[in-house]
């Protein structure tokens, strides 16, 4: 799903909080690439604005996955605990005997 041209961007480019305002709304619905590109258009047109590189440092920090998505799945992780669990268990079985 596209969202709309933002009208209030267009209406007033020459304003630094604009850009972070709708970059705001973008991530807080999950849309990072998007929130991304607002804040990069942005520093084009401020340099070193200072909100906007707070934001794509908070944008960076809050998205940064040291793993790159390669996480064990949590299904994996505890039919792995089971079996260890069981393995165990057999093993006091046969201790006691």
Do not use: H
């Not at 793993?67 to 260890?84: A, E, F, N, V, Y």
Request: glycine residues 6%.
């Amino acid at each position: 799903m596209d969202f709309p041209a933002p009208c209030r961007l267009r209406e007033f480019p020459d304003v630094p909080f604009m850009y972070a305002n709708l970059c705001e709304g973008y991530f807080e619905k999950g849309w990072v690439e998007e929130a991304r590109s607002i804040l990069n258009e942005g520093l084009r047109k401020f340099p070193g604005d200072e909100d906007i590189e707070n934001l794509l440092a908070k944008i960076a920090d809050e998205t940064d996955d040291p793993d790159k998505g390669k996480k064990l799945p949590i299904i994996g992780l505890l039919l792995l605990l089971s079996i260890i669990q069981k393995r165990f268990q057999r093993k006091v079985t046969q201790i006691d005997l």
